[in-house]
């Protein structure tokens, strides 16, 4: 079983990875948010090459690309795999309008022939054992998704990483089918990991036990309990002075990271980009006060009292 930390633009970045070494409670694999290539463009993005160059948790990280042709992404690929990387991920998945409309992310989806010319190339560069794919389950339909699998099992990845749902479901509640990533799961001779609301270490269990036993792919889940991987090598759920514990060490690692470029109020700001989704776990009365705080003291008082 293996665990790996989703990747999410802004939020699973160098100071979140940080957090999850500080707190003991580490994937096995973290993956860069995308580095976006294009026929003009190696678009190495500062935030995610810290991921990869100022690592020091020890656990390997896989830098992931969104594009639309194969030759960029095999250009970015040669590049990356210079740094000290563990693999290529290619981003077949990511749902974002301005993202689609260049025919990247989920919009390789909709056209098979780039995605075949992707994955066959980016095979082709990627030595063995380093590259893999993390797609949806179609663009409007699952019904799509065996052609998708069809073109994946000819380019034989290492890794397949499905989120359970279209791109036209987006991130809705209740949309996550595991049907189609089970369906993967049979077809494909690499391991498929399965990704998509898998928000709790006891949904973790489930898709583990049931649907991806390969290992599973996590995000939201555990940016709101960043505990979850502790949790699933058998420890114990955090206390209340843990989380308590998680939020001062993430407003740490966010200003190491921050502190020459932000004001205390693009702190808070950038705090508040995770904690989107640990609103959940306040009264509405804190999370009103958490959303238009602008500066860091009065932040802490309100999550850890």
Same mark, same amino acid.
């Given at each position: 079983m293996r665990t790996y930390l989703a +990747?999410?633009?802004d939020v699973t970045d160098l100071a979140f990875m940080r957090v999850l070494s500080r707190i003991g409670s580490l994937p096995d #694999?973290? #993956?860069t948010a995308y580095f976006r290539s294009t026929p003009t463009t190696c678009a190495m993005a500062e935030n995610n090459l810290r991921c990869i160059t100022e690592n020091e948790t020890g656990v390997p990280i896989l830098a992931q690309l969104a594009g639309?042709?194969?030759? +960029?992404l095999v250009r970015d690929a040669e590049h990356l795999l210079q740094l000290p990387v563990a693999g290529i991920n290619l981003n077949a998945g990511c749902p974002a309008p301005l993202v689609n409309r260049h025919g990247a992310g989920a919009g390789l989806l909709r056209d098979l022939p780039a995605l075949e010319s992707a994955v066959q190339g980016l095979r082709a560069c990627v030595p063995p054992g380093q590259f893999s794919v993390k797609c949806r389950t179609g663009w409007e339909s699952a019904a799509e998704f065996s052609a998708i699998l069809e073109l994946l099992a000819a380019a034989a990845p290492d890794a397949v990483m499905v989120h359970g749902r279209t791109r036209k479901d987006l991130y809705k509640p209740g949309t996550v089918d #595991?049907? +189609?990533v089970q369906q993967a799961v049979r077809a494909l001779a690499c +391991? #498929? *990991? /399965?990704n998509g609301d898998i928000a709790t270490a006891e949904q973790a269990r489930y898709w583990l036990e049931h649907v991806t036993p390969a290992g599973v792919m996590i995000g939201r889940g555990a940016v709101r309990n960043p505990y979850i991987f502790r949790m *699933? $090598?058998? /420890?114990a759920a955090p206390t209340a002075d843990e989380m308590k514990h998680y939020y001062r060490v993430l407003a740490e690692e966010t200003n190491r990271i921050l502190h020459?470029? $932000?004001t205390p109020a693009g702190h808070c700001n950038r705090m508040k980009k995770y904690l989107a989704y640990c609103y959940p776990d306040f009264t509405p009365e804190q999370e009103y006060a958490l959303r238009r705080c602008t500066d860091i003291d009065s932040m802490l008082r309100l999550l850890c009292g």
């Open positions: +990747p999410m633009q #694999v973290f #993956v639309s042709a194969a030759a +960029p #595991v049907a +189609p +391991p #498929v *990991l /399965g *699933l $090598r058998g /420890g020459t470029k $932000r």
